[in-house]
């Protein structure tokens, strides 16, 4: 029996009526997200990071080619406003990760692009990032891997699309 056990318990003594289940599998996915979200910000910390930063990095480096989005691109992405997304640029780009491009063309449009000291941290961090994670799946064999990988991509589709 875990804490959520003993939460469902007390409402089912409390009001029998009421249908529990939700709130077992809600509250199980939310501690376990802040279990996760723990662990892996631990391991950006390390590099100099926050969770925002590294996404922002991560973003940038699987876009390919010359590693370039726009502003409003990496906004679209990561589902960020302008105003948090300035404030990740201008925290990455003080720390030499990132640097705004202007345009040739129109000195308003501005990319932005990894540097060379950007794409070294990322493709470092990486494979320490999935490597956390993996460890973080330990628990699950892995037949239940898939398996719960689609009955949440279901639920998340309820909400995205």
Not at 100 to 124: C, F, M, N, P, Y
Not at 154 to 161: D, R
Request: hydrophobic fraction near 40%; charge should be neutral.
């Amino acid at each position: 029996m875990d804490g959520i056990d003993r939460v469902v318990a007390q409402w089912g003594r409390e009001k029998p009526e009421l249908d529990t289940l939700p709130m077992a599998l809600i509250g199980r996915l939310m501690r376990i997200g802040k279990h996760l979200e723990t662990q892996i910000a631990a391991c950006h910390k390390r590099y100099g990071l926050t969770l925002g930063e590294f996404d922002v990095l991560a973003t940038l480096r699987r876009a390919g080619g010359d590693h370039c989005l726009t502003p409003s691109e990496l906004i679209a992405t990561m589902m960020l406003t302008s105003g948090a997304m300035t404030n990740r640029l201008d925290r990455l780009e003080s720390k030499g990760l990132i640097v705004r491009v202007h345009s040739q063309k129109d000195r308003r449009s501005v990319s932005v692009a990894l540097t060379g000291q950007g794409l070294g941290l990322i493709d470092e961090l990486i494979v320490e990032h999935v490597k956390i994670q993996q460890g973080l799946m330990v628990s699950l064999c892995d037949a239940d891997k898939p398996l719960l990988n689609g009955l949440l991509k279901t639920w998340l589709a309820e909400f995205e699309s």
